[in-house]
């Protein structure tokens, strides 16, 4: 398993079990799914391929980090996954030959 997939597999573990993690533990989940992200759509522009971009989505998420005590246990699980799957597809994006 590639550390990218075990990222998602975590991300998806996390937000199946939510309400086990601490506030910290939330945020630096959130943060780290944000900074891969970032990360391989770099890499999907410094090898020269399209790159999606997700920028609501990616300043909802940076939001809920930012404000992680004042979010629900269901907001920040969905925002996990959908880190799971955006994380996901970029990783796919940059296994095609360009």
Not at 43 to 56: C, F, I, V, W
Not at 63 to 90: F, P
Request: hydrophobic share 40%; glycine share 6%; aromatic share 2%.
């Amino acid at each position: 398993m590639t550390l990218t997939t075990q990222m998602i597999s975590d991300f998806v573990r996390a937000a199946n079990t939510v309400q086990a993690l601490t506030l910290a533990e939330r945020k630096r989940l959130l943060e780290r799914g944000m900074t891969t992200s970032g990360a391989l759509r770099g890499l999907l522009l410094k090898t020269g391929k399209p790159a999606p971009s997700d920028e609501p989505t990616g300043r909802v998420i940076e939001d809920i980090a930012q404000h992680i005590e004042e979010m629900s246990d269901e907001t920040v699980a969905k925002a996990l996954l959908a880190l799971a799957s955006q994380i996901r597809t970029l990783r796919i994006l940059n296994q095609e030959r360009a």
